[in-house]
């Protein structure tokens, strides 16, 4: 590379195509570093011009730019302050300023630290983030918890009292549940607010709209996230926010079309095989997950790697010998998806961005909803998300995910199938029937819809009589689905003797549960109904016997195991909360109340703490270990989270080690890990 020529390029673009320049300026920089050379003046002015100010280099630059770097400085709540970029400093301005903000900006843009440095300077009160996922609440928690868990309380379950400051960080769902508890919110922050659109998650965009609608009328100020958005059309929801479109790249991405050339197996491991730093393979589905290992397992060899090999054997010992992780952690090689225990995920997580630990993770779409990594490298193996194909808005966060400020100037995208077609992405948010009752904003709704609503609710009111103005008032009809309802209450108006004995499900006596599982997952329609009917029998046994027990009590595998617990924990014990609510209305004689039945299955029949704590990044089996030790009750559900968190504080993580029975050595590990995300 010719370095004056570069630079002159960069300088003759920074006034006609500053993107571009941008980009050619980051190429720059990683060809500087890649041959260890010190930024001269000239690569220092550069940076100034074009508003990367976290890269220049203090000991190099000039007056001017040295005072830029310390200009652009912000508390973050770190020990040390951090430098922000043009636009990153731009959009804290703003929201100081008290302005209401929806910013599209790159996935390398580095939206977290403009949330920290918002905390660490205005000092909210009360601030609500809103996140897809537990994978995001739980690394968002970890990464406030360090900085501000001495001022706030960081909150992340819904029955948590509230303290004087409060930091809640929570998937829409849950939100929802603590909605009442919340007088007044400073700030409600919605990442990746897309998802409200039924465009982008059908399933849960109604719950993000009815958090959106909620909280947002108790926040004196909103600011929300999304990624590549071409336009966002006129809505109630985004009403008086300004909106900002922010082109402004850290990294450049290295587009490969890797699929144009001769076999797809044969281009993933030349790609596997030379590179040494960290890859995200995208498989799209489980059974592309299924393939992928089957190549890995045949044509890639085992790392010797201690640590590997420790957290191998932990698997095989409390999940299953036969399941393919098992053989893939050998060789470098973790799973990411929707489906796997919390505390797993998060483990595979921690060990990919350790330099001595995983080297690739393949994924389902889990890995584009905001699971930050240190991936250089993206592969595109698979073209589907689930069961249709991935659009170009996926794919775009999916390779957004290649490289990493401060880590990588280059991320290598490697294609191994042809990519969407390029194509404007317009976010439509639309107000769901469901909401139309709550929200207060009748003139931005169609009538079909509107008549949709009022038709429903006079039919419930007819139905329901006095009840239905409680259950409205409890935000009942808001939180669940419309044809589900509207089949209960026909149901138990119509055969109301058919749900005499609902309280068995009370019971220890699994056999007596069968006629009201059947009835109840066949009316909600949450197949399929023999497999999960078996596998909620059995799992009650959860925190009894050990995962290897119930796999081969079940024999299933260990992602079927996952995947049933997950319907259990998240289907079942929606439908059972919902047949529970309108059987205490319309079915009084019974004096029934299987709210015992519906927190066991929410909570996948494992104490409360115990599941909440997988959240956290602590296995149950490792909980196990510690109740058994008699040195905290994790099994107390009178007990909240914090309180239990409390208890660890108090003992110590060395007390753990040193007094629990049967830790091996990457029990230790994972215990350490999961200390460091709870200590103040």
Same mark, same amino acid.
Request: hydrophobic share 35%; net charge neutral; with cysteine.
């Given at each position: 590379?010719?370095?004056?020529?570069?630079?002159?390029?960069?300088?003759?673009?920074?006034?006609?195509?500053?993107?571009?320049?941008?980009?050619?300026?980051?190429?720059?920089?990683?060809?500087?570093?890649?041959?260890?050379?010190?930024?001269?003046? =000239?690569?220092?002015?550069?940076?100034?011009? =074009?508003?990367?100010?976290?890269?220049?280099?203090?000991?190099?630059?000039?007056?001017?730019?040295?005072?830029?770097?310390?200009?652009?400085?912000?508390?973050?709540?770190?020990?040390?302050?951090?430098?922000?970029?043009?636009?990153?400093?731009?959009?804290?301005?703003?929201?100081?300023?008290?302005?209401?903000?929806?910013?599209?900006?790159?996935?390398?843009?580095?939206?977290?630290?403009?949330?920290?440095?918002?905390?660490? =300077?205005?000092?909210?009160?009360?601030?609500?983030?809103?996140?897809?996922?537990?994978?995001?609440?739980?690394?968002?928690?970890? #990464?406030?918890?360090?900085?501000?868990?001495?001022?706030?309380?960081?909150?992340?379950?819904?029955?948590?009292?509230?303290?004087?400051?409060?930091?809640?960080?929570?998937?829409?769902?849950?939100?929802?549940?603590?909605?009442?508890?919340?007088?007044?919110?400073?700030?409600?922050?919605?990442?990746?607010?897309?998802?409200?659109?039924?465009?982008?998650?059908?399933?849960?965009?109604?719950?993000?709209?009815?958090?959106?609608?909620?909280?947002?009328?108790?926040?004196?100020?909103?600011?929300?996230?999304?990624?590549?958005?071409?336009?966002?059309?006129?809505?109630?929801?985004?009403?008086?926010?300004?909106?900002?479109?922010?082109?402004?790249?850290?990294?450049?991405?290295?587009?490969?079309?890797?699929?144009?050339?001769?076999?797809?197996?044969?281009?993933? =491991?030349?790609?596997?095989?030379?590179?040494?730093?960290?890859?995200?393979?995208?498989?799209?589905?489980?059974?592309?997950?299924?393939?992928?290992?089957?190549?890995?397992?045949?044509?890639?060899?085992?790392?010797?790697?201690?640590?590997?090999?420790?957290?191998?054997?932990?698997?095989?010992?409390?999940?299953?010998?036969?399941?393919?992780?098992?053989?893939?952690?050998?060789?470098?090689?973790?799973?990411?998806?929707?489906?796997?225990?919390?505390?797993?995920?998060?483990?595979?997580?921690?060990?990919?961005?350790?330099?001595?630990?995983?080297?690739?993770?393949?994924?389902?779409?889990?890995?584009?909803?905001?699971?930050?990594?240190?991936?250089?490298?993206?592969?595109?193996?698979? $073209?589907?998300?689930?069961?249709?194909?991935?659009?170009?808005?996926?794919?775009?966060?999916?390779?957004? #995910?290649?490289?990493?400020?401060?880590?990588?100037?280059?991320?290598?995208?490697?294609?191994?199938?042809?990519?969407?077609?390029?194509?404007?992405?317009?976010?439509?948010?639309?107000?769901?029937?469901?909401?139309?009752?709550?929200?207060?904003?009748?003139?931005?709704?169609?009538?079909?819809?509107?008549?949709?609503?009022?038709?429903?609710?006079?039919?419930?009111?007819?139905?329901?009589?006095?009840?239905?103005?409680?259950?409205?008032?409890?935000?009942?009809?808001?939180?669940?689905?419309?044809?589900?309802?509207?089949?209960?209450?026909?149901?138990?108006?119509?055969?109301?003797?058919?749900?005499?004995?609902?309280?068995?499900?009370?019971?220890?006596?699994?056999?007596?549960?069968? #006629?009201?599982?059947?009835?109840?997952?066949?009316?909600?329609?949450?197949?399929?109904?023999?497999?999960?009917?078996?596998?909620?029998?059995?799992?009650?046994?959860?925190?009894? $016997?050990?995962?290897?027990?119930?796999?081969?009590?079940?024999?299933?595998?260990?992602?079927?195991?996952?995947?049933?617990?997950?319907?259990?924990?998240?289907?079942?014990?929606?439908?059972?909360? %919902?047949?529970?609510?309108?059987?205490?209305?319309?079915?009084?004689?019974?004096?029934?109340?299987?709210?015992?039945?519906?927190?066991?299955?929410?909570?996948?029949?494992?104490?409360?703490?115990?599941?909440?704590?997988?959240?956290?990044?602590?296995?149950?089996?490792?909980?196990?270990?510690?109740?058994?030790?008699?040195?905290?009750?994790?099994?107390?559900?009178?007990?909240?989270?914090?309180?239990?968190?409390?208890?660890?504080?108090?003992?110590? %993580?060395? $007390?753990?080690?040193?007094?629990?029975?049967?830790?091996?050595?990457?029990?230790?590990?994972?215990?350490?890990?999961?200390?460091?995300?709870?200590?103040?």
């Amino acid at each position: 590379m010719n370095i004056f020529e570069t630079c002159q390029k960069i300088n003759n673009l920074i006034n006609s195509n500053e993107e571009k320049a941008r980009e050619e300026l980051i190429k720059l920089l990683d060809f500087y570093e890649s041959q260890k050379i010190p930024y001269d003046e =000239l690569v220092n002015h550069l940076i100034r011009q =074009l508003g990367l100010y976290p890269y220049l280099d203090t000991k190099t630059s000039s007056w001017q730019e040295n005072f830029v770097y310390e200009a652009f400085k912000v508390d973050i709540g770190d020990d040390k302050p951090i430098t922000l970029h043009r636009e990153q400093s731009s959009v804290l301005k703003d929201l100081i300023d008290g302005k209401n903000l929806a910013i599209i900006a790159p996935t390398s843009f580095g939206k977290s630290f403009i949330i920290d440095a918002f905390i660490a =300077l205005k000092q909210p009160k009360n601030i609500a983030i809103i996140v897809p996922t537990i994978a995001l609440t739980d690394e968002t928690r970890r #990464r406030l918890q360090k900085k501000f868990s001495n001022q706030y309380k960081i909150i992340t379950t819904s029955e948590v009292e509230l303290s004087e400051k409060n930091i809640f960080i929570f998937p829409q769902e849950r939100a929802l549940h603590y909605v009442a508890k919340i007088a007044e919110l400073d700030m409600l922050v919605i990442d990746e607010f897309y998802k409200a659109s039924a465009d982008f998650d059908k399933q849960r965009s109604t719950s993000l709209l009815n958090t959106i609608l909620k909280l947002g009328k108790k926040s004196k100020q909103k600011y929300f996230l999304a990624p590549n958005i071409s336009e966002i059309k006129s809505n109630p929801f985004t009403k008086g926010m300004e909106i900002k479109r922010i082109d402004f790249n850290t990294v450049f991405l290295n587009i490969h079309d890797s699929y144009k050339n001769s076999g797809k197996e044969s281009e993933l =491991l030349k790609i596997l095989n030379n590179t040494e730093y960290k890859t995200l393979i995208y498989a799209g589905t489980y059974s592309e997950i299924d393939k992928l290992s089957k190549i890995i397992k045949e044509k890639i060899p085992d790392l010797d790697n201690d640590l590997l090999n420790n957290f191998s054997q932990w698997v095989a010992t409390n999940y299953s010998q036969n399941w393919e992780l098992v053989d893939l952690i050998k060789q470098g090689t973790g799973i990411h998806n929707g489906r796997l225990h919390r505390s797993l995920s998060q483990i595979q997580i921690k060990l990919f961005d350790e330099v001595n630990g995983l080297k690739n993770i393949i994924s389902t779409s889990s890995i584009i909803e905001g699971v930050n990594t240190s991936a250089k490298n993206i592969i595109f193996w698979g $073209k589907k998300n689930g069961t249709s194909n991935l659009k170009y808005f996926g794919y775009k966060n999916l390779i957004g #995910r290649g490289g990493r400020m401060f880590k990588h100037f280059i991320g290598e995208v490697y294609l191994l199938e042809k990519p969407p077609e390029k194509e404007k992405i317009q976010l439509s948010l639309e107000m769901p029937k469901e909401l139309i009752d709550v929200s207060g904003t009748s003139n931005d709704i169609d009538n079909p819809k509107q008549k949709e609503a009022i038709d429903f609710h006079q039919k419930m009111q007819n139905k329901l009589g006095e009840s239905y103005k409680k259950l409205r008032k409890q935000s009942f009809f808001e939180e669940n689905n419309w044809d589900l309802i509207e089949e209960l209450v026909s149901d138990m108006e119509v055969k109301a003797s058919e749900w005499n004995g609902l309280n068995y499900l009370n019971t220890a006596n699994t056999e007596a549960w069968d #006629r009201f599982l059947y009835k109840v997952l066949t009316m909600g329609k949450v197949a399929p109904y023999k497999e999960l009917v078996k596998f909620i029998k059995i799992s009650s046994l959860n925190w009894d $016997k050990s995962i290897p027990y119930l796999i081969n009590k079940l024999k299933i595998s260990a992602d079927d195991f996952f995947r049933l617990e997950k319907k259990v924990s998240f289907d079942v014990s929606n439908v059972f909360n %919902c047949v529970n609510i309108l059987q205490k209305e319309m079915l009084p004689h019974l004096n029934t109340d299987i709210s015992s039945f519906v927190l066991k299955t929410h909570y996948a029949f494992l104490p409360k703490n115990v599941y909440l704590l997988e959240e956290y990044g602590l296995p149950r089996m490792i909980s196990k270990k510690i109740q058994l030790s008699g040195l905290i009750n994790i099994e107390n559900n009178d007990k909240n989270l914090h309180s239990i968190i409390d208890n660890f504080n108090e003992v110590t %993580c060395e $007390k753990i080690i040193q007094q629990v029975e049967n830790l091996d050595d990457f029990d230790e590990y994972i215990l350490k890990y999961f200390f460091n995300g709870i200590k103040k």
